[in-house]
Protein backbone atom coordinates (compact mmCIF):
# COMPACT_ATOMS: atom_id res chain seq x y z
CA UNK A 1 0.00 0.00 0.00
CA UNK A 2 3.32 2.46 0.90
CA UNK A 3 4.80 1.84 -2.22
CA UNK A 4 1.71 1.75 -4.53
CA UNK A 5 0.51 5.24 -3.02
CA UNK A 6 3.56 6.97 -3.13
CA UNK A 7 3.99 6.13 -6.41
CA UNK A 8 0.84 8.18 -7.28
CA UNK A 9 2.23 11.01 -5.84
CA UNK A 10 5.68 10.58 -7.38
CA UNK A 11 3.81 10.39 -10.91
CA UNK A 12 1.65 13.25 -10.29
CA UNK A 13 5.10 15.18 -10.14
CA UNK A 14 6.27 13.24 -13.59
CA UNK A 15 3.01 14.46 -15.17
CA UNK A 16 3.33 18.52 -13.93
CA UNK A 17 6.54 18.82 -14.95
CA UNK A 18 5.67 18.27 -18.60
CA UNK A 19 3.92 21.97 -18.10
CA UNK A 20 6.20 24.50 -17.98
CA UNK A 21 6.64 26.41 -20.94
CA UNK A 22 6.86 26.02 -25.12
CA UNK A 23 10.44 25.72 -25.31
CA UNK A 24 10.39 21.97 -24.53
CA UNK A 25 7.74 19.64 -26.31
CA UNK A 26 9.07 16.92 -24.79
CA UNK A 27 7.33 14.86 -21.66
CA UNK A 28 4.16 16.18 -22.05
CA UNK A 29 4.59 20.03 -22.90
CA UNK A 30 2.54 21.30 -25.21
CA UNK A 31 4.29 24.42 -27.89
CA UNK A 32 1.28 24.98 -30.31
CA UNK A 33 -0.35 27.85 -28.27
CA UNK A 34 -1.49 29.66 -31.29
CA UNK A 35 -2.46 28.36 -34.79
CA UNK A 36 -0.31 30.48 -36.87
CA UNK A 37 2.90 30.08 -34.86
CA UNK A 38 1.99 25.80 -35.01
CA UNK A 39 1.43 25.67 -39.03
CA UNK A 40 5.30 26.75 -38.90
CA UNK A 41 6.11 24.10 -36.56
CA UNK A 42 5.88 26.72 -33.63
CA UNK A 43 9.35 28.64 -34.61
CA UNK A 44 8.07 31.89 -33.88
CA UNK A 45 10.31 33.37 -31.58
CA UNK A 46 12.14 36.00 -34.05
CA UNK A 47 8.62 36.81 -36.31
CA UNK A 48 6.58 37.03 -33.52
CA UNK A 49 3.81 39.26 -35.21
CA UNK A 50 0.76 38.33 -33.90
CA UNK A 51 -1.02 38.17 -30.26
CA UNK A 52 0.30 34.77 -29.76
CA UNK A 53 4.11 36.70 -29.14
CA UNK A 54 2.88 36.97 -25.03
CA UNK A 55 3.79 32.96 -25.03
CA UNK A 56 6.27 32.47 -27.40
CA UNK A 57 8.13 36.52 -27.60
CA UNK A 58 6.58 38.83 -25.49
CA UNK A 59 9.13 41.02 -26.68
CA UNK A 60 7.25 41.04 -30.03
CA UNK A 61 4.17 42.52 -28.91
CA UNK A 62 5.99 45.56 -29.84
CA UNK A 63 4.85 45.27 -33.46
CA UNK A 64 1.32 45.55 -32.58
CA UNK A 65 -0.75 48.35 -33.35
CA UNK A 66 -3.76 49.25 -31.43
CA UNK A 67 -5.46 46.72 -28.91
CA UNK A 68 -5.02 42.43 -30.50
CA UNK A 69 -7.72 40.06 -29.04
CA UNK A 70 -6.97 36.51 -29.77
CA UNK A 71 -8.77 33.71 -28.92
CA UNK A 72 -8.64 29.60 -29.95
CA UNK A 73 -8.01 26.11 -28.53
CA UNK A 74 -5.98 22.99 -29.57
CA UNK A 75 -7.81 19.47 -30.02
CA UNK A 76 -5.00 16.56 -29.14
CA UNK A 77 -5.41 12.85 -30.45
CA UNK A 78 -2.82 10.70 -28.76
CA UNK A 79 -2.30 6.91 -29.81
CA UNK A 80 -0.01 4.52 -27.58
CA UNK A 81 0.29 1.07 -27.78
CA UNK A 82 3.02 -1.09 -25.58
CA UNK A 83 3.78 -4.91 -27.16
CA UNK A 84 4.52 -6.46 -24.38
CA UNK A 85 7.72 -9.14 -24.37
CA UNK A 86 5.08 -11.95 -24.29
CA UNK A 87 3.79 -11.09 -27.60
CA UNK A 88 0.35 -8.83 -26.59
CA UNK A 89 -0.18 -5.59 -27.40
CA UNK A 90 -2.03 -2.89 -24.80
CA UNK A 91 -3.46 -0.12 -26.67
CA UNK A 92 -4.46 3.18 -24.25
CA UNK A 93 -8.25 4.46 -24.82
CA UNK A 94 -7.62 7.31 -27.36
CA UNK A 95 -9.45 10.53 -25.84
CA UNK A 96 -9.32 14.02 -26.74
CA UNK A 97 -7.46 16.72 -25.13
CA UNK A 98 -8.63 20.55 -25.76
CA UNK A 99 -6.60 22.88 -24.00
CA UNK A 100 -7.75 26.40 -24.71
CA UNK A 101 -6.03 29.95 -24.95
CA UNK A 102 -6.30 33.86 -25.25
CA UNK A 103 -4.05 36.67 -25.41
CA UNK A 104 -4.62 40.44 -25.17
CA UNK A 105 -2.23 43.08 -25.72
CA UNK A 106 -2.26 46.72 -25.81
CA UNK A 107 -0.08 49.34 -27.25
CA UNK A 108 -0.11 52.01 -24.75
CA UNK A 109 2.44 54.46 -26.88
CA UNK A 110 4.84 54.10 -29.14
CA UNK A 111 7.71 52.79 -26.71
CA UNK A 112 5.37 50.48 -23.92
CA UNK A 113 2.92 47.81 -25.03
CA UNK A 114 1.04 45.22 -22.45
CA UNK A 115 0.36 41.80 -23.00
CA UNK A 116 -1.94 38.74 -21.30
CA UNK A 117 -2.32 35.57 -21.99
CA UNK A 118 -4.08 32.83 -19.87
CA UNK A 119 -3.33 29.16 -21.56
CA UNK A 120 -3.21 25.60 -20.90
CA UNK A 121 0.74 24.91 -22.35
CA UNK A 122 0.46 21.22 -20.96
CA UNK A 123 -1.90 19.01 -20.89
CA UNK A 124 -2.22 15.68 -22.33
CA UNK A 125 -2.98 12.02 -20.67
CA UNK A 126 -2.84 8.69 -21.18
CA UNK A 127 -5.59 5.54 -20.41
CA UNK A 128 -4.85 2.26 -19.95
CA UNK A 129 -7.54 -0.35 -20.21
CA UNK A 130 -7.76 -2.50 -16.96
CA UNK A 131 -6.36 -5.81 -18.99
CA UNK A 132 -3.09 -4.21 -19.70
CA UNK A 133 0.30 -5.62 -18.19
CA UNK A 134 1.48 -2.46 -16.74
CA UNK A 135 -1.87 -1.86 -15.33
CA UNK A 136 -0.75 -1.83 -11.61
CA UNK A 137 1.85 0.88 -12.89
CA UNK A 138 -0.61 3.08 -14.24
CA UNK A 139 -4.41 3.42 -15.47
CA UNK A 140 -5.46 6.58 -15.70
CA UNK A 141 -3.43 9.94 -15.85
CA UNK A 142 -5.20 13.50 -16.35
CA UNK A 143 -3.89 16.86 -16.08
CA UNK A 144 -4.83 20.53 -16.69
CA UNK A 145 -2.36 23.24 -16.51
CA UNK A 146 -3.94 26.87 -16.55
CA UNK A 147 -1.07 29.60 -16.18
CA UNK A 148 -1.77 33.33 -16.62
CA UNK A 149 0.72 35.09 -17.80
CA UNK A 150 0.86 39.43 -17.53
CA UNK A 151 3.69 41.30 -19.24
CA UNK A 152 5.37 44.85 -20.35
CA UNK A 153 7.21 45.24 -23.25
CA UNK A 154 9.59 48.50 -23.94
CA UNK A 155 10.97 49.43 -27.29
CA UNK A 156 14.34 50.56 -26.55
CA UNK A 157 14.68 51.96 -30.44
CA UNK A 158 13.30 50.70 -34.40
CA UNK A 159 15.76 47.85 -33.67
CA UNK A 160 15.39 46.67 -29.95
CA UNK A 161 12.58 45.50 -27.98
CA UNK A 162 12.65 44.12 -24.67
CA UNK A 163 10.15 42.62 -22.00
CA UNK A 164 9.77 41.03 -18.81
CA UNK A 165 6.39 39.04 -17.18
CA UNK A 166 4.94 36.83 -14.19
CA UNK A 167 3.99 33.60 -14.73
CA UNK A 168 0.93 31.86 -12.22
CA UNK A 169 0.56 28.37 -12.79
CA UNK A 170 -2.03 26.10 -11.46
CA UNK A 171 -2.26 22.70 -11.98
CA UNK A 172 -4.81 19.81 -11.25
CA UNK A 173 -4.77 16.08 -12.02
CA UNK A 174 -6.31 12.92 -11.78
CA UNK A 175 -4.28 9.46 -11.71
CA UNK A 176 -4.96 5.83 -10.92
CA UNK A 177 -3.61 2.54 -11.14
CA UNK A 178 -4.83 -1.47 -10.38
CA UNK A 179 -4.08 -2.09 -6.64
CA UNK A 180 -1.53 -5.10 -6.72
CA UNK A 181 -3.03 -8.67 -7.01
CA UNK A 182 -6.90 -7.12 -6.30
CA UNK A 183 -9.58 -5.40 -8.18
CA UNK A 184 -9.18 -2.45 -6.55
CA UNK A 185 -7.73 0.96 -7.84
CA UNK A 186 -5.55 3.28 -5.95
CA UNK A 187 -6.33 6.68 -6.65
CA UNK A 188 -4.86 9.78 -6.33
CA UNK A 189 -6.56 13.73 -7.08
CA UNK A 190 -3.87 16.69 -6.66
CA UNK A 191 -3.27 20.67 -7.18
CA UNK A 192 -1.03 23.11 -6.94
CA UNK A 193 0.32 26.14 -8.05
CA UNK A 194 3.63 28.20 -8.31
CA UNK A 195 4.92 31.70 -9.61
CA UNK A 196 7.73 32.21 -12.00
CA UNK A 197 9.05 35.09 -14.35
CA UNK A 198 10.06 35.59 -17.77
CA UNK A 199 12.29 37.88 -19.93
CA UNK A 200 12.43 38.00 -23.64
CA UNK A 201 13.92 40.57 -26.15
CA UNK A 202 13.65 40.92 -30.20
CA UNK A 203 16.31 42.58 -32.39
CA UNK A 204 15.61 43.89 -36.16
CA UNK A 205 19.25 42.95 -37.27
CA UNK A 206 17.55 44.10 -40.98
CA UNK A 207 14.32 45.19 -42.99
CA UNK A 208 14.72 41.20 -43.83
CA UNK A 209 15.92 39.27 -40.57
CA UNK A 210 15.10 39.51 -37.28
CA UNK A 211 16.61 37.35 -34.49
CA UNK A 212 14.54 36.96 -30.71
CA UNK A 213 15.06 35.06 -28.05
CA UNK A 214 12.71 34.41 -24.80
CA UNK A 215 13.55 32.89 -21.32
CA UNK A 216 11.44 31.35 -18.81
CA UNK A 217 12.32 30.83 -15.54
CA UNK A 218 12.14 27.82 -13.05
CA UNK A 219 8.87 27.49 -10.69
CA UNK A 220 8.61 25.62 -7.82
CA UNK A 221 5.01 24.36 -7.48
CA UNK A 222 3.69 22.80 -4.22
CA UNK A 223 1.35 20.27 -4.63
CA UNK A 224 -1.72 18.72 -2.40
CA UNK A 225 -3.44 15.71 -2.92
CA UNK A 226 -5.70 12.76 -1.52
CA UNK A 227 -4.58 9.14 -1.85
CA UNK A 228 -7.24 6.16 -1.58
CA UNK A 229 -8.18 2.82 -2.93
CA UNK A 230 -11.49 2.74 -4.59
CA UNK A 231 -13.44 -0.21 -4.61
CA UNK A 232 -16.39 -1.99 -2.44
CA UNK A 233 -15.30 -2.18 1.55
CA UNK A 234 -11.38 -2.00 0.44
CA UNK A 235 -9.53 -3.36 3.63
CA UNK A 236 -6.68 -0.88 3.13
CA UNK A 237 -6.50 2.57 5.24
CA UNK A 238 -8.82 5.46 5.11
CA UNK A 239 -7.46 8.18 2.48
CA UNK A 240 -4.70 10.21 3.32
CA UNK A 241 -3.14 13.50 2.74
CA UNK A 242 -0.27 13.95 0.47
CA UNK A 243 1.89 17.40 0.20
CA UNK A 244 4.82 17.20 -2.21
CA UNK A 245 6.95 20.22 -4.07
CA UNK A 246 8.85 20.24 -7.65
CA UNK A 247 10.68 22.51 -9.44
CA UNK A 248 9.65 23.24 -12.98
CA UNK A 249 12.61 23.69 -15.25
CA UNK A 250 14.09 27.32 -17.03
CA UNK A 251 13.09 27.03 -20.49
CA UNK A 252 15.51 28.81 -23.00
CA UNK A 253 14.43 29.69 -26.76
CA UNK A 254 15.87 31.64 -29.53
CA UNK A 255 14.80 32.06 -32.89
CA UNK A 256 15.87 33.50 -36.31
CA UNK A 257 13.39 35.13 -38.83
CA UNK A 258 14.03 35.87 -42.44
CA UNK A 259 12.20 37.41 -45.55
CA UNK A 260 13.90 36.75 -48.50
CA UNK A 261 10.83 38.24 -50.52
CA UNK A 262 8.12 40.07 -49.26
CA UNK A 263 5.99 37.16 -49.52
CA UNK A 264 7.84 34.43 -48.15
CA UNK A 265 9.27 34.35 -44.21
CA UNK A 266 11.52 31.63 -43.29
CA UNK A 267 12.13 30.69 -39.07
CA UNK A 268 14.18 28.70 -37.58
CA UNK A 269 14.01 27.96 -33.19
CA UNK A 270 16.54 26.56 -30.80
CA UNK A 271 15.33 25.86 -27.41
CA UNK A 272 16.82 23.92 -24.42
CA UNK A 273 14.91 22.46 -20.99
CA UNK A 274 16.81 22.54 -17.85
CA UNK A 275 14.72 18.86 -16.89
CA UNK A 276 18.13 17.93 -15.03
CA UNK A 277 16.20 20.07 -12.08
CA UNK A 278 13.93 17.38 -12.08
CA UNK A 279 16.15 14.89 -10.06
CA UNK A 280 14.52 13.37 -7.14
CA UNK A 281 10.83 13.51 -5.60
CA UNK A 282 10.15 13.56 -1.95
CA UNK A 283 6.57 13.28 -0.26
CA UNK A 284 4.92 13.90 2.93
CA UNK A 285 1.89 12.64 4.22
CA UNK A 286 -0.44 12.82 7.11
CA UNK A 287 0.40 8.87 7.73
CA UNK A 288 4.25 8.92 7.86
CA UNK A 289 4.25 5.60 5.78
CA UNK A 290 3.37 7.40 2.74
CA UNK A 291 6.69 8.75 2.88
CA UNK A 292 9.88 8.60 0.21
CA UNK A 293 12.06 10.36 -1.98
CA UNK A 294 11.96 9.00 -5.17
CA UNK A 295 15.12 9.23 -7.48
CA UNK A 296 13.87 10.42 -11.47
CA UNK A 297 17.12 12.07 -12.86
CA UNK A 298 15.81 13.71 -16.09
CA UNK A 299 18.45 15.19 -18.61
CA UNK A 300 18.69 18.23 -20.18
CA UNK A 301 17.37 18.59 -23.72
CA UNK A 302 17.58 20.45 -27.20
CA UNK A 303 14.99 20.95 -29.41
CA UNK A 304 14.66 22.41 -33.24
CA UNK A 305 11.99 24.00 -34.71
CA UNK A 306 11.64 25.20 -38.88
CA UNK A 307 8.68 27.08 -40.88
CA UNK A 308 8.15 29.00 -43.03
CA UNK A 309 4.91 31.12 -44.26
CA UNK A 310 3.93 32.12 -47.78
CA UNK A 311 1.74 35.37 -48.63
CA UNK A 312 -0.55 34.11 -51.24
CA UNK A 313 -2.74 37.70 -51.28
CA UNK A 314 -3.92 39.91 -48.57
CA UNK A 315 -6.06 37.25 -47.54
CA UNK A 316 -4.18 33.98 -47.74
CA UNK A 317 -1.36 33.14 -45.96
CA UNK A 318 -0.08 29.38 -46.29
CA UNK A 319 2.14 28.11 -43.50
CA UNK A 320 4.57 24.51 -43.10
CA UNK A 321 7.12 23.23 -40.53
CA UNK A 322 8.86 20.60 -38.69
CA UNK A 323 9.99 20.09 -34.77
CA UNK A 324 12.45 18.05 -33.81
CA UNK A 325 12.11 17.01 -29.50
CA UNK A 326 14.46 15.15 -27.35
CA UNK A 327 13.00 13.17 -24.91
CA UNK A 328 14.45 13.57 -21.35
CA UNK A 329 13.89 10.29 -19.63
CA UNK A 330 16.29 7.65 -19.53
CA UNK A 331 15.37 4.18 -20.17
CA UNK A 332 15.80 3.30 -16.65
CA UNK A 333 13.21 5.94 -15.14
CA UNK A 334 10.49 4.80 -17.88
CA UNK A 335 7.52 4.66 -17.08
CA UNK A 336 3.99 4.13 -18.91
CA UNK A 337 2.36 7.72 -17.73
CA UNK A 338 5.03 9.45 -19.61
CA UNK A 339 5.36 6.95 -22.16
CA UNK A 340 7.79 9.28 -24.11
CA UNK A 341 10.83 8.96 -26.87
CA UNK A 342 12.65 11.15 -29.31
CA UNK A 343 9.99 12.77 -31.46
CA UNK A 344 8.93 14.34 -35.32
CA UNK A 345 6.48 16.32 -35.83
CA UNK A 346 5.05 17.97 -39.73
CA UNK A 347 3.15 21.00 -39.61
CA UNK A 348 0.79 22.94 -42.50
CA UNK A 349 -1.81 25.90 -41.75
CA UNK A 350 -3.37 28.22 -43.46
CA UNK A 351 -4.61 31.86 -42.48
CA UNK A 352 -7.25 33.75 -43.58
CA UNK A 353 -7.59 38.05 -42.90
CA UNK A 354 -10.36 40.14 -43.82
CA UNK A 355 -10.29 43.63 -42.56
CA UNK A 356 -9.24 43.41 -38.89
CA UNK A 357 -10.59 39.98 -38.26
CA UNK A 358 -7.62 36.75 -38.72
CA UNK A 359 -8.46 33.30 -38.38
CA UNK A 360 -6.47 30.54 -38.99
CA UNK A 361 -5.67 26.72 -38.69
CA UNK A 362 -3.40 24.10 -38.50
CA UNK A 363 -2.42 20.87 -38.28
CA UNK A 364 0.57 19.03 -36.82
CA UNK A 365 1.15 15.33 -37.21
CA UNK A 366 3.99 14.27 -34.32
CA UNK A 367 5.54 11.15 -34.81
CA UNK A 368 7.32 9.32 -32.06
CA UNK A 369 10.33 7.00 -32.47
CA UNK A 370 9.88 3.68 -31.42
CA UNK A 371 10.95 3.05 -28.08
CA UNK A 372 12.65 -0.71 -26.66
CA UNK A 373 12.63 -0.85 -22.94
CA UNK A 374 14.38 -3.39 -20.76
CA UNK A 375 15.55 -2.22 -17.48
CA UNK A 376 12.75 0.32 -15.96
CA UNK A 377 13.30 0.64 -12.84
CA UNK A 378 9.41 0.50 -12.42
CA UNK A 379 9.47 -3.63 -13.09
CA UNK A 380 9.78 -6.07 -15.86
CA UNK A 381 6.08 -5.34 -16.65
CA UNK A 382 7.09 -2.48 -18.35
CA UNK A 383 9.64 -3.94 -20.80
CA UNK A 384 8.84 -4.29 -24.53
CA UNK A 385 8.40 -1.96 -27.57
CA UNK A 386 6.03 1.70 -27.37
CA UNK A 387 4.65 3.04 -29.74
CA UNK A 388 3.23 6.35 -29.69
CA UNK A 389 1.92 9.36 -32.20
CA UNK A 390 -0.13 12.20 -32.05
CA UNK A 391 -2.47 14.50 -34.09
CA UNK A 392 -3.38 17.71 -33.42
CA UNK A 393 -5.28 20.20 -34.73
CA UNK A 394 -5.23 24.09 -33.77
CA UNK A 395 -7.28 27.19 -34.40
CA UNK A 396 -6.94 30.74 -33.48
CA UNK A 397 -9.72 33.69 -34.31
CA UNK A 398 -8.05 37.22 -33.23
CA UNK A 399 -9.53 40.87 -33.98
CA UNK A 400 -7.82 43.90 -33.97
CA UNK A 401 -9.30 47.03 -32.41
Not at 78 to 89: I, K, M, Q, R, V
Request: aromatic share 12%.
Amino acid sequence: MKKNLCFLVVTLVALCLGISTHASAAGFALPEQGAAAMGMGSAFAAQADDASAVWYNPAGITQLNGTNVMSGFVVILPTFSHENTNGTTDTASRASHVPALLYVTHKVNDSISLGFGVNNPFGMGTDWHFGSTTREVALLSQVLTTEFNPNIAYKINDKLSVSAGLAYVYMTATLSNMYPTTTYVSQLRGSGEGWGGNVAAMYKVSDTVKTGISYRSRVRVDLDGIAQVVGPTPPFPAPSTVTTSITLPDLLSWGISVKPTDKLTLNLDLGYTWWSTYDKIQTTAANSAYNHTYEKQWNDVLNIRVGGQYKLNDNWKLRAGYQYDKNPVPDHYFETRVPDADRHGFTIGAGYTIGNLSIDVAYLYMLFETRNVSDSLYGSTLNGTYNTDVQIFGMSVAYKF
